[in-house]
């Protein structure tokens, strides 16, 4: 396996000292190796995969260097505008060096979301025309892969890319401090608690999987519940899509900060339709807690006050069971849209177990719940 400080190291050798993208569990060492290492002048975390792209093709135009943009391949769908209509060949020609955590690897079990992606990466790339190859674990095959690849970026003015297996990079050990006491499945255990009748839609990672574990363990049906297990910062737009079809039926959102800064517009949707009986809840760690914990920005930004200023009347601010209790409380007997910024601890106290049924049969229970609701409302 590779060892990242070697790696990043050979990067620099190569003139490559500026990296962007969004946390991928595959690269997780390499990851949180620059988050831990990096200044904000080599390293930026962007709020999606698109965005990375820009910022890298915005160094290169000022610098003339080859930049590093880090992704999960699940992710690189955000990122195919940029590289098909600014960076390529056809296009503003600017190079980069993509690095593409490959999840869903044909042959190997991976998540049912992932699937479909991994089948297609290598045909995706050759249809897009960058040039790729798959990362070595052995770090002078590694080198001269860099090599070629940047020689290929430098020589035809092109995005190039590295695809990455699991276990490529050796782990990488960090050191996490608290700000917070309350954990996310405590902040859970109380919403389920206090919002029993509601539609829960939960964002992608660990928050989906402590939903389905705690309705498991309470023997409870998940015919409430739309676990948005893929599709990272949508789950929002999933929540108000539902409230919408389904005006009777109370909404609550269970978004992560960094999937709602991901697609921070979907306030503006939110808060412009004013669904009623809809509750956000932002589950704010500042950290991907589900790849390895690297930064957010959302720690360092108003929350409520970027809701309100999207038309959100209603926002709350808690950081312990008690208040996050009475926020709820006071937002359901409102009857109206609301955001609740949960300020919790990062990390999970254990793994949290993965759903055992296919996607689309939860779906289907879901979808059973809502019909006989809506009928019942009648």
């Not at 809701?307 to 209603?314: D, F, H, L, S, W």
Request: glycine share 8%.
């Amino acid at each position: 396996m590779l060892n990242t400080a070697l790696f990043a190291g050979m990067l620099n050798k190569h003139g490559i000292n500026f990296f962007a993208g969004v946390p991928d569990s595959v690269l997780e060492p390499f990851c949180s190796y620059l988050d831990d290492t990096l200044d904000a002048q080599s390293h930026v975390i962007t709020p999606n995969e698109g965005s990375a792209v820009a910022l890298a093709a915005g160094h290169y135009l000022s610098t003339g260097k080859l930049p590093v943009v880090y992704l999960q391949n699940a992710g690189l769908g955000n990122a195919v505008n940029p590289l098909t209509s600014l960076t390529n060949t056809d296009a503003s020609r600017i190079p980069m060096l993509l690095m593409i955590g490959w999840r869903g690897f044909p042959g190997e079990k991976d998540e049912p979301q992932h699937r479909l992606m991994g089948s297609m990466m290598e045909q995706l790339l050759a249809l897009m025309n960058i040039p790729y190859e798959i990362l070595s674990a052995d770090f002078q095959e590694a080198t001269e892969q860099v090599g070629r690849l940047s020689a290929t970026a430098a020589l035809s003015s092109t995005p190039v890319a590295l695809l990455v297996k699991k276990h490529t990079f050796e782990p990488f050990r960090r050191e996490i401090q608290q700000a917070y006491d309350l954990y996310r499945e405590d902040a859970i255990c109380v919403l389920l608690e206090e919002l029993r009748e509601s539609v829960f839609v939960s964002t992608t990672g660990k928050c989906a999987r402590e939903v389905y574990e705690l309705r498991q363990l309470s023997g409870q049906p998940h015919e409430r519940d739309f676990y948005n297990v893929g599709a990272m910062g949508h789950a929002s737009m999933i929540a108000l899509g539902i409230a919408m079809g389904s005006p009777k039926q109370h909404v609550c959102c269970l978004d992560g900060d960094g999937a709602l800064l991901m697609h921070l517009g979907a306030l503006a949707n939110i808060g412009s339709l004013q669904p009623a009986d809809f509750i956000h809840v932002i589950l704010n760690n500042g950290a991907h807690d589900s790849v390895g914990g690297q930064r957010t920005l959302a720690m360092d930004i108003d929350i409520p006050a970027i809701a309100r200023g999207n038309g959100y009347k209603y926002v709350y601010t808690v950081s312990g069971a008690a208040d996050l209790t009475q926020a709820v409380r006071e937002l359901k007997a409102l009857g109206a849209l609301g955001l609740i910024e949960v300020k919790i601890a990062n990390g999970v106290r254990k793994e949290p177990v993965r759903p055992d049924e296919a996607p689309h049969l939860l779906k289907d229970q879901l979808m059973k719940h809502l019909r006989n609701r809506d009928r019942a409302a009648l």
